[in-house]
């Protein structure tokens, strides 16, 4: 696995370990990449199975200047995942963000279909497209994104199929990527990123394009709010961790609004898992709505 993070997620990558640590039952190695100031914050997850990188051994990649009208640091996130591979310490990995926690037990065999081939997570992801908030914010401008892609890595397909994040790296695929694409149009993964700045994407498309490995199919592997809308929503229907465990082998609750709300995570208890969304004012609406609603279903509403 690889998870790329820094200062300001420590207290989410310390999560992250300590559940990696809980459920990786066959052992497989996690390698942390920050940048080279931080590592001794990050020194103390290193075990047997984890060891922590300074991201200047990729530097000759890296940018410090904006990229399609991103921050340096999120670019050279999405560069260094593209270009792990190189450093020959894994044949195939697992992209895992830093608010990730995982909640069951996993295997090498819940990621690769054969010894040799990881699947490849891929969906249309029509479930956002129907939100009218996440529509309005991100999907056009994703789509677009998207359809550049394959546009320029040549995939003539009318349905987009791609992922948002964790997906299994291929070094077979990746090493496509480069030496088919990036080179001949003297192309950096800078480049490719300006285009379009979805990391993930790039891999899944060329993929499908190439089928330079066999597409073993999955759905994701793990589960992502990606707004307060997807996470109220479980909330409400009172889906428990155990419940989303038996789809997912970890749970993302998007740092992008959660960092702004305190304490925001997954827990078991609709109590426990709203409060954080509702300020006291909110708090006090919502008792006084309830004894109110308790009265009428106790007294009826002419009493």
Known sequence: MLLKSYAPDLAYAERLVTSFNQFNRDSIPLYIVVPDEEISLFAKFSTSTIEVLGESILGSHLVDTDVHGLRPGYINQEI????????????????????????????????????????TVLVEDNELKVEPNYFNQYWVEREASLREIQRLVGLDDAIIRSCHGHQVFSTTVLRSFVDEFLTPRGWAYRDALAAAPYEFSWYNMWLQKTKVI?????????????????????????????????????????????????????????????????????VSELIAEKIKDTFKRRFGSGS
Not at 269 to 277: D, E, N, R, T, V
């Open 214 to 282: 066999p597409i073993h199919h999955r759905e994701p592997l793990v589960k992502v709010f990606h707004n307060e809308d997807q996470h109220l929503e479980y909330i409400l229907r009172g889906v428990t961790v155990q419940d989303i465990a038996r789809g997912y082998l970890a749970v993302v609750v998007n740092s992008s609004y959660a960092r702004e709300l305190k304490n925001v995570t997954v827990r078991d208890g609709k109590a426990q898992s709203i409060a954080p969304y509702l300020s006291y004012g909110e």
């Open 80 to 119: 260094i995942k593209l270009a792990f591979w190189e450093l020959g310490l894994a044949e195939n990995y697992f992209c895992v963000d830093s608010e990730a926690l995982f909640i069951r037990e996993f295997y090498t065999s819940d990621f690769m279909a054969t010894p040799e081939v990881p699947y």
